[in-house]
């Protein structure tokens, strides 16, 4: 999941889930910033950050 959305970075959020019990096994977050082809920090694109702050698509997974 999405923990935090920056102009020109983006954090998520990760959760391992024992299926058994579902008990929090282990927790992570990754930063990541957003970069051109040169390695300078630009900002996200807007397409990118309206995408990512939309709600999720539901998983075909999840379906009965």
């Known amino acids: 999941h999405i923990t935090e959305l920056r102009r020109r970075s983006v954090r998520f ?3 391992i889930i024992e299926v ?12 990541h910033v957003v970069t051109d082809l040169n390695n300078r920090v630009i900002s996200l694109p807007e397409s990118y950050r309206l995408a990512l702050s939309s709600p999720p698509l539901a998983s075909s997974e999840s379906e009965p």
């Not at 058994?20 to 930063?31: K, L, N, P, S």
């Open 20 to 31: 058994a019990d579902g008990r929090i096994i282990a927790e992570g977050e990754t930063g």
């Open 13 to 15: 959020g990760y959760e």
